[in-house]
T-cell receptor, first 115, second 110 residues
């Protein structure tokens, strides 16, 4: 296994609610990235955190926000949930920011359903 | 234009067959290339990195053509356990993210 763990594994929320997803990165990894994968699509980059600072962001609205903690674990927060936010949310940890060409190790994902 | 484009398939092949997937990328500044495998409702897992000189890992061979900006994956002697979605992944040295293709679905039939 990758050593990257996410919680919860499944979640059902109502439109307009807020959700927090959590990720524990692999030991020694200081970079965490979050991706959203809709059904039948490849993962889409949300943002990356490197040493507790945001280090790049994809084309997602501000209601998607994140944090990285001193132990390099991370949270993804989504406010004002919309039906289209239903997806598999993947956390990936790496030794360095992915722009440096390092491989990423993914957690098992959180499957979010918004009703 | 998408950063990474793949034929979504599906590819349905008999056991023992050889199958090839191709992928094109749009950013010539891209520096790193990978193939990931994703089983149904699971997370992507690294299959192999792709190097300019080409590389092989058992039955799997990956090739990179920088001039044409395409990446390929060849699977020889297909096994039932190879059935999965194969994701082409590219990043740019100037960016801090991976760009994924939509994935190519492979089903190996007994």
């Amino acid at each position: 296994e990758t050593g990257v763990t996410q919680s919860p594994t499944h979640l059902i929320k109502t439109r307009g609610q807020q959700v927090t997803l959590r990720c524990s990165s692999q030991s020694g990894h200081n970079t965490v990235s979050w991706y959203q994968q809709a059904l039948g699509q490849g993962p889409q980059f949300i943002f990356q955190y490197y040493r507790e600072e945001e280090n790049g962001r994809g084309n997602f609205p501000p209601r998607f926000s994140g944090l990285q903690f001193p132990n390099y674990s991370s949270e993804l927060n989504v406010n004002a949930l919309e039906l289209d936010d239903s997806a598999l949310y993947l956390c990936a940890s790496s030794l360095a920011p992915q722009g440096a060409g390092t491989e990423a190790f993914f957690g098992q994902g959180t499957r979010l359903t918004v009703v | 234009r998408k950063e990474v484009e793949q034929d979504p398939g599906p590819f349905n092949v008999p056991e023992g067959a050889t199958v090839a997937f191709n992928c094109t990328y749009s950013n010539s500044a891209s520096q790193s290339f990978f193939w990931y495998r994703q089983d149904c409702r699971k997370e992507p897992k690294l299959l192999m990195s792709v190097y300019s000189s080409g590389n092989e890992d058992g039955r799997f061979t990956a090739q990179l053509n920088r001039a044409s900006q395409y990446i390929s994956l060849l699977i020889r002697d297909s096994k039932l356990s190879d059935s999965a979605t194969y994701l082409c992944v590219v990043n740019s040295y100037t960016g801090n993210q991976f760009y994924f293709g939509t994935g190519t679905s492979l089903t190996v039939i007994p």
